[in-house]
């Protein structure tokens, strides 16, 4: 059943393509303002933690899907009822990922194209990786991610000669915000790894698990930050709240040239495997648990069900806005993000621990 | 089989939806290239675009100006906001107008005095509209007569007076701000607007001094010397000239091109615990001209003395700006309440509401300036008339 | 009227058809009556009765006119009977013949008659006897083939220039020749229910991974077809996907090039009648080297690979990128271009897509025309075609100059290389269409959608994107870039793990410069 073999080099890179997919348009940490790095590095450092533990969950499971590891430790009844709302979390990061860069792209570029149409284009794509299968997506993250830190790069470094280092100071004088957005980032960058459960038991190597995620993990650090350095920058403190799309914005300003066309194309990458990993999930979390034969069947119907879910849940772009700028969308995460993956931890742990002593005792 | 048709079928689908949505071909474009804004008498806006004809503007490109007609059109329109202007512009022009090819805009004297924030919006909102454009403001005449003006050299007006704000990095006597950058003034504390500022002088348009604001609405001007004084003080002059007298003969001058500038600002504290500043400006540069030439600039106390006089022409200057924005405009255009702000933020926060009115105009700022000449161009020593 | 297959079939070779393992007869008139009753009609069929010397056993030789080479015939077979002098010492007339009497070097016993009509038809002489139920093949088949020549299809300034030619046989010895090996293997195959065709399997064992070559034999057995006339009727059989849009067998109809492909772990698929080698597994990369890249400057071979690549870049998305940028993200374009731009289009009736499609299209029917005229009108209609359609296109107000360079130089871009010529002409249509729609985000999902394509694409279980995903660092050294002969140190890993992968030391290199 677990045929699939991703490569660490694959796992790793998959890991940095979906973490940053969800930060590629909107960085919570933003909100902080003038402290967007000091919020960062806050929930990166926490984010680390969590992922840690989550590593930690299917190291204690060796190669048990979440679903399976989810029934072990809560039982039958239980377990599924997790696996439901799993089912219905991924689901809705789905739904609001697609949302977002549907209203992405309608806003920067396509103004007069219905939005529907944008997603559907994009959702295409997205159905026709996912139904590909993990191992066809392994390859393409090898082939894509590296292409997604490019244009950040070169915006970046073609505004070193900007003079006008000033906006970081005065360091910290709110905490709230910085906090908020350290959350935000969490919630929306690095808790989501929680969904890696469901690919880190098709790795063929159990050895370089920790290493490639992690690494993936730094690097996505240092990138982010670059990021969040470079906004502060090129638009200032000031103004990095009133626009919406900080990246589409930064790359506008990259002298001599203009190049946001492609920039922001190239952001579509990120959110096309965010959401082409949380359909992954869902279906293949669907098709375990009604134990279907195979998942692929259902893809479509999921990929259809998300973008109506994104009309109905989210009636326009402002109301999208108010959500991802509120506290709730942080509240939403915690029982998926904390309270589960530590219950599984702690059950596993005492699972380990009996389990050895029976050994012992034998 | 089922999937070759379902493919031709969405091909089919493609190809007759294009031509909708966004697609919009070149030649369905007015293409615009600078805008102007006005205040009318009644209070409204008015919203002019200067529309550039390609082949006319190409026209006159290929032939060296042979093309007599005019290669553009400034189409204007009155309404209450600018949007709404520059929608009902469509009565009077064919294609849609094109946004993002606009390389200036240029704000009208009577609507900056008026508070700039009410046009700026749509050009931050609206998705076409580039936020690396220009902005400046007219002094004596609206932004209409500014884009209505013809150029000799070139037939493309938004394009030629883009260069030309460009070329103050090489004068320093006024300052060129992008639109994200008014914005950014605009939004931040303890750092008043100010920007470059366009005249017309005979049959041609001349860019020098700035336009003072405070909060939104224009209060002031600073001639051009104050104004590259404030550009040094801010250490943003690229490149200028600056004429000094020549120590061995006062009454011709010594041209010093200056290379390389950088400031450098103090927050000190008096002793009744108001804030000071010392702005430390260092300078490099080469001499440029010796006009009426005499004598080489090799003593050291020759070179000491123009060094000398350099600075105190920089320092002269600079103070002129400062004053003036301190006594006459009480406008903190320098910046220096964003130093308060970050060096203290709890005092800025109980001083915020009163910085421009009470403590701006009265703070000492002490300004010293440290000049450096490096080379003296192919010349030695000026040619001797025997 | 219509007939089966299987009637048809009878009716050609008679009742054997259904019962193929019949014996050869003992009598030689009943062998006389069935080999004229099947080649019957056959105006070149030629049936020689002897009599051996002195044993006066009637014996036929049967043989296509001009298929074999008739003097060896006579010289070897015909002579040595008719003047044979000695007597029957205790053996058989079999024996005798294949002992003492007939001289011909290569000679095969066959059992039933089946295979003796096929060996006829396959341009061998049989030789039936009297009163035995055996008969002989004798190879002496006329050395009727082309010269071996440089081909056409891939020229070559330095290395070697031979190609292959029509003939089987020829093109194994010219892969022989260069490896000198017994491990070098040539399985034969017979191909085609009516021209039986010799095709041959060749592959280096040792090298080769074992699960290709049952592979290819697997899907090579699965072929029911009437004939195989050229290599490209087994291509189309054994590729990987009904529907390749990319092509999924390698072709060339060079032996230094095959030669090269089976040292890093291919098979080669062979067949009489066609100068085209087949190799799997193919892998995209292929598409972009070519086997001057090895021949030495490496710097400029790398250079050529990236130029190829870029080539190919251009060719499929150039066009598609121009629609993009003038009708969606008119930004883009510095602001001179625009005007300069926007000036050519100006009074042109079509958007820039239906322009844009209608000179591709244009392009490829010069393309076409050029390939298909003989060859000295061809030069005329692609140069004279392009520059008087171009021109006067523009000049009419049709087209605008911008877009005439853009579709010349994608079309000029394509042909280097040649073996995704038509892959990129379909492509560039697509992402033309994709582009039409939705500006650049169509260029990209389009993109994704054709990287996924490529990332699912195995060939005979290979992936089609290795060495660059699933990624094998060391196959890099001969993908975009070429490192020297004596770097590379490894076959390529993908396509002969677990075998022998070590191709050189690099250790002759360092001695050497001491």
Redesign the interface.
Known sequence: MKEVKL?N??LGLLTFGFLYGSTAILNPAMGAKRDAWIALILGWFTGFIFILGYLYISKLNQGKTLNEILEECFGKVLGKLAIAFYILFFLYKAVINIRGFGEF?A????????LI??MS??M??VI??VK?GLA?I???A???VPLMPIPILVVASSMVTMKNY?GF??VL?EIAPVIKGAAGVVSTIFGDFILFLMVLPYTNKVKGRFKSSLLALMLLGVLLMIIVVRNLIV??P??IE?FIYAAH?SA??V?G??????V???L??GG?FKVALCLYAVTKATAELFKVESYKPLVSAFAVLAIVLAFWIIPSSIELRRWSGSLSIILVTIPAHVILPLAMLIVSIIKQSKKRKNLNTI | MKRLFLFLITIGILLTSTAC??NRDLTELSIATAFGIDRTKDGKTMVSVQIVKPSEAQAGGKEGGGGSKKGFVVVSNTADTVFGALREMLSKVNNKIFY?SSQIIVIGEDAARDGIEDFLDFT?RD?ET???QLVIVSKGVTAKEILEQEYDLSKVPGAYLRDTVNNIEARGFSKSM?L?EV??EL???GRELCMGTVQKKGTTTDISGIAVFLMDKLVGWLDPFESRGYMFVMGRVKSTLLEVDDPQKPDKQVGIEIQKTSSERKLEWTKNGKPSFTVKIKVQGNIGEQYGGHGAMKETEILKAVTESCNNKIKREALLAIRKCQAEYKSDILGFG?KV???T?NYWKSIRDKWNSDFFPNIEVNVEVESKILRSGLLDKPIEVQ | MKKTKEETLKEHIGKNATDSKIKISNSIDEIKKKLEKDFSRCSDFVMREVEIGMINTKVIIAFFDGFVDKQILSQNVVDPIVKYSGDNEKKTVLELLKTNVISSSSLMELTTFEDTVDSIVSGEAVLYVDGESKAFKIGVKAPDKRAVEQPDTEITTKGPREGFTENLRTNTILLRRRIRNPQFKVESIKLGEETKTDIVLCYIDGIVKHEIVEEVKRRIDRIKIDGVLATGYIEQFIQDGKFPLFPMVGNSEKPDKVAAKLLEGRVAIIADGTPTVLTVPFLIIETFQIQEDYFGEYFFSSFLRILRFACFMISIYLPALYVAITS??Q????FKLFLTMAAAREGIPFSAFTEALLMIITFQILSEAGIRMPRAIGQAVSIVGAIVLGEAAVSAGIASAPLVIVVALAGICSFIVPPLMKTGAILRFIILITANV????????AS??L???L??KRSFGI?Y?TP????HTADLKDSLIVVPMWAMFSRPRALTEGQDTTRTTGKSFSKRGK
Request: charged content about 10%; hydrophobic content about 50%; overall charge negative.
């Open positions: 490569s080099i694959q792209m806003i920067v570029s396509y103004p007069e194209t219905p149409f944008l284009v994009f295409l794509a026709y990786v590909s066809t392994g390859r393409l090898e082939m894509l000033s100071q005065p004088l638009i200032g000031v103004l009133h914005v506008q300003l002298p040239m203009n190049i946001d066309p492609l922001d194309v190239n579509l990458l096309g | 949505w966004n993002s931050l998705h580039q936020f690396k992008m994200i914005a950014r939004a931040t504390e964003m702000f970050d060096d933020p | 969606f993200h930004t883009i374009i510095p939705l500006g650049l985000m169509g260029i990209g999902v994704i959608i990287i996924t394509y990332c699912n992936p994107m660059f995903s699933p990624l």
